[in-house]
């Protein structure tokens, strides 16, 4: 038989099929597993992604020389969808094989160099140890290693750097019969007290063995050495068993059921019907905030497990709460999976062992959870499906919708698309009937939606001179505290001012290495870029004409704590930004407490804008609605309104009327006023009409490919190179717009210049940028990087 294999090199020249023989001792590889292949003088890792019994190959085949893991990590539909995903995206069939794993298997092999005869071994070099090859950076080392490998004195061994540990406990059990336990007993000598108990116990407690160590060790209280000496005696065997990490174990969920409403039902017979006839549907669930979709969501899934089938959940990183989780766990307790990135990665691993082993039948997690191996999928959600955290900025740049789409047509089954304010596209597919729109108009308690009311920053009087609050919502804020209610606040800006301004010579401090300007920390005191992670010491004068007249603008979160402290001293606000939720934990610990009311205000930037749901909180307070509102994307318009309209839906979500105050010094903006009435449809209906004039998604498709390099000109050059290579192939009716200087023109230190093609049908396309694609490969070399993004999220 014949493997066929995907090697481990991302590059143009090794992205196709390579293939091997497999031994007589290999016969019993499977599709999808982790193999090791000679390549060329190396040995590679790849996936077999094809198993035949002929090649056309001419030659010679080699063998295959080692399968690495005991079941193969990916099933046929991930082998499949690699291939159609690749295409697609532009990216190489590895990149997406190795992104489809858990990171912890997706660590690099080591290359180690070991002595083959005794008088190397005892070279300095090698201390009794292989070299890895992958550390050495010195090149007369390396020169001196190659000479070792040249002359036969050493050899390479590829060894699996698989971080990925199985976690194991100790367990203890019986080897002999009670009565023989007895006779031992009572030969032991009066003094052996600990042994004397632990043989008690073994033989009191005989049907309770095995036992674990710790079991063993704090019934009795004896130390471990008591153990061993047990089993060196013959008396006990040690064994070790594997055991999963539990990240959620404190959680003891109790399931709440609730009566469906007419809207739920009405929605959720209609995906039941594609559940039940294994139909490739997909359906907008177009819900006002707090209309109750995830209780949609909760009974489809049931249906689904119902039907023997298994539920893919997709949540967007930031609403993976605890809340949300126990929701699912209540429903579903040991059935389900979660996969989000507060876990460690052994955690990780061993959920995701879980699924591939089919011990659960339902998956809730975030991006990358889309190519869970579930087998035999009946359904896919993808809760906030308007979040543009759902596409992957890096390489390989996928949609976790698109995946999702492909999977549903794969399995037969229905797709789920949810949101209180849908995207765009999403919700132009619906109107066309490509995806079936089905509509949540109320809230599901039958309450009001919240009132909001704009407040006009240019007429307002603010609560003192240097201060963001107006007095209005201060006065709002009071009030909702002397209730005992809470109150959000959201400032989409972290960091306590977002630039230093000299107003002597109009200076801005900015990033060495970035086109941005430098955020002010005062905890930390000092100045970081919020893109490389560059930080330096607050200035006390300009760094250019050494004036002492700098300001300090632009507030963010950590200023409005300040502010609001000063304001009401007796309010006890907690914080959530990027800044106070590094640690492991500490975002569920922030909302636990607002939870427990151990805090009357909760401010954060968009982290807090979707999915919460408290229901004490009746005010909502935007700072400033207009921090998103002009940035140089298309899509300003839609994420503004997004935001307001889905942080507005915080408030008065219980018995108690929600009130949100917007801040705002555009409030004739029209994705401002239409936050202002939540109202999704006039909106979409407004921003289609603007779509259509400036000839942007969803009426036409793009494509963004960008140019990087550390110098300006060579950037420059190579994107009209490509401007002109794309101008002579496609119709006319395709417009290309630039090469201009990205909105953020240098990020590391790196210069990048980006086109924008924007077509209707263009049938070359997809081969024409493949081969843009390709030549890439070749200027690597001269340091300069081309990016091609299909149907970007962001453009500028
Ligand atoms: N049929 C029902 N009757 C009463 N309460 C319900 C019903 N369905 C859901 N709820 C409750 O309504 C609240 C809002 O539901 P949920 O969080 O699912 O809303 P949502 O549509 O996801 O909103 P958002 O888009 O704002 O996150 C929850 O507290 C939920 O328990
Ligand atoms: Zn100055
Ligand atoms: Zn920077």
Not at 67 to 77: F, G, R
Request: glycine content about 4%.
């Amino acid at each position: 038989m014949i493997a066929q294999v995907i090697v481990d090199i991302a590059a143009k020249q090794t992205d196709r099929i390579f293939e091997y023989h497999i031994p007589d001792e290999l016969e019993g590889v499977e599709l999808g597993s982790r193999v090791f292949v000679p390549f060329g003088p190396r040995k590679l890792q790849g996936f077999v992604v094809g198993i035949v019994d002929h090649s056309e190959y001419q030659g010679k085949l080699k063998d295959l020389l080692l399968v690495v893991d005991e079941q193969p990590p990916l099933t046929q539909e991930l082998v499949e969808l690699s291939k159609a995903l690749a295409n697609k995206i532009f990216t190489y069939r590895i990149s997406i094989l190795k992104t489809m794993l858990p990171a912890v298997m997706r660590a690099n092999y080591r290359k180690l160099l070991t002595p083959t005869d005794e008088i190397t071994a005892k070279l300095p070099i090698f201390q009794g140890e292989a070299i890895d090859l992958n550390k050495v950076t010195d090149e007369k080392m390396n020169a001196y290693y190659r000479k070792l490998l040249k002359n036969g004195q050493a050899k390479v061994e590829y060894v699996v750097g698989n971080q990925a540990k199985a976690k194991t406990i100790n367990t203890y059990s019986l080897t002999e019969k009670t009565d023989e336990y007895e006779k031992i007993y009572n030969s032991l000598r009066q003094n052996a007290v600990k042994q004397k108990q632990l043989l008690m116990d073994m033989i009191e407690d005989a049907s309770n063995y095995p036992k674990t160590q710790e079991a063993i060790e704090s019934a009795l209280q004896i130390t471990t050495s008591v153990l061993s000496n047990a089993v060196k005696k013959g008396w006990l065997k040690k064994n070790s068993v594997e055991v999963y990490r539990d990240p959620e174990a404190d959680i003891i969920p109790k399931a709440k059921r609730v009566q469906l409403n007419d809207e739920q039902t009405g929605a959720l017979n209609e995906i039941s019907q594609a559940i039940n006839e294994h139909l490739a549907r997909t359906f907008l669930l177009e819900g006002v905030t707090g209309s109750g979709k995830t209780e949609v969501y909760l009974h489809a899934i049931e249906q689904t497990l119902n039907q023997g089938r298994t539920a893919l959940m997709l949540v967007p990183e930031i609403s993976l709460t605890p809340q949300m989780v126990n929701q699912v766990k209540a429903r579903f307790g040991q059935n389900v999976a979660v996969l989000h990135s507060a876990l460690s990665k052994g955690e990780k691993y061993d959920e995701w062992r879980k699924i591939r082993r089919g011990e659960v039948k339902v998956v809730v997690g975030a991006r990358s959870a889309v190519f869970a191996p579930l087998k035999n999928l009946g359904l896919v959600v993808i809760d906030e499906e308007h979040e543009s955290s759902y596409k992957q900025e890096s390489d390989p740049r996928y949609h976790a919708r698109d995946v999702a789409l492909w999977r549903c047509q794969y399995n037969d089954c229905p797709l789920v698309l949810g949101s209180a304010t849908p995207s765009l596209s999403s919700r132009a597919r619906a109107q066309k009937n490509v995806y079936k729109l089905l509509r949540l108009t109320k809230r599901a308690n039958k309450k009001q939606l919240p009132a909001v009311k704009l407040i006009d920053l240019k007429q307002i009087q603010f609560a003192g001179s240097q201060f963001d609050f107006s007095v209005e919502l201060i006065e709002a804020i009071k009030e909702r505290i002397q209730k005992r209610e809470q109150v959000i606040l959201m400032l989409n800006r972290r960091g306590f001012a977002n630039f230093m301004l000299c107003r002597e010579c109009g200076y801005v401090m900015k990033c060495p290495n970035c086109d941005l300007s430098l955020t002010m920390h005062k905890d930390t005191a000092s100045m970081q870029c919020h893109y490389c992670g560059f930080t330096t010491k607050i200035p006390q004068a300009c760094p250019n004409c050494q004036s002492r007249q700098i300001r300090f603008l632009g507030s963010g979160t950590q200023k409005v704590q300040e502010e609001l402290t000063e304001l009401i001293p007796d309010a006890k606000i907690l914080r959530m930004d990027v800044d106070t939720t590094r640690k492991k934990g500490s975002y569920k610990r922030i909302l636990d407490k607002f939870a427990a009311h151990d805090a009357d205000i909760l401010l954060g930037t968009q982290m807090i804008a979707k999915g919460l749901d408290f229901p004490n909180v009746t005010l909502v307070g935007v700072i400033n609605a207009d921090t998103g509102l002009w940035v140089p994307d298309y899509n300003a318009s839609e994420r503004t309104f997004e935001l307001l309209t889905q942080v507005a839906g915080r408030a008065g979500r219980a018995e108690k009327l929600g009130e949100v105050y917007i801040q705002t010094y555009n409030p004739e903006h029209y994705a401002i006023r239409l936050a202002e009435k939540q109202d999704y449809e006039q909106f979409y209906r407004y921003e289609m009409n603007v779509r259509h004039a400036g000839n942007y998604p969803p009426y036409y498709y793009t494509i963004l490919i960008s140019v990087a390099s550390a110098k300006e000109q060579n950037a420059a050059k190579e994107a009209f190179r490509i401007r002109r290579k794309l101008q002579s192939s496609l119709s006319s009716t395709t417009i290309i717009l630039g090469p201009t200087p990205s909105a953020i023109s240098r990020l590391k230190n790196q210069y990048y210049y980006q086109i924008l093609v924007k077509y209707k049908k263009e049938t070359g396309l997809i081969a024409l940028l493949h081969e843009i694609q390709d030549a890439a490969q070749e200027i690597k070399k001269y340091g300069l990087n081309v990016y091609i993004d299909n149907e970007p999220e962001r453009i500028m």
